[in-house]
């Protein structure tokens, strides 16, 4: 796969995650199933967050391990499209970055001492994002659900 075909990639996640969640509205925004776990637009805000942070994991300054303060930031937004703009903003640089790169950077390992990743290769972050992504996109369709929601088909 080309540099130009991660980038697809990461629309692609994009794209599905947007088909499933496009039927929950503001009136679910702080809808959770069960106290302590992340709302609706606080899921929508980590997917962002974690897309950040595959990113400047990968081909930034390194791993932030504070997962409990992205928590807290995803969970700070003040609304669903607050959330679903961060997720644009954060995709649209993902594949800035990544199209950016070329295959022989794509391709080049973390080092053994990567406390993430040891010696994968950094195009793993595009696959992360992708995986992350849908298991945040299957969270948030079992939320539409219990709304009385049936989100539509992500490959649509």
């Known amino acids: 796969m080309t540099e130009n ?44 967050r974690t897309v950040e942070w595959f990113i400047e994991g990968a081909f930034g300054a390194g791993w932030d391990l504070n997962f409990e303060q992205h928590a807290a930031e995803a969970e700070a937004v003040a609304s669903l499209a607050e959330a679903r703009e961060w997720v644009e903003r954060a995709f649209q640089h993902a594949k800035n970055v990544v199209s950016a790169k070329t295959e022989d950077e794509l391709r080049e390992c973390f080092p ?15 696959t992360g994002i992708s995986d992350h992504t849908a298991h945040h996109r299957g969270a948030l369709t079992v939320y539409a659900r219990l709304r009385g929601k049936v989100p539509a088909m992500p490959y649509a």
């Open 5 to 48: 075909g991660w980038a697809s990639e990461l629309e692609m996640a994009k794209t599905f995650f947007n088909n499933s969640t496009a039927c929950l509205t503001e009136e679910d925004a702080d809808y959770a199933p069960v106290p302590g776990v992340f709302t609706v637009k606080g899921h929508v805000a980590h997917v962002a």
């Open 112 to 126: 053994a001492s990567d406390p993430m990743m040891p010696g994968a290769p950094k195009l793993v972050a595009v």
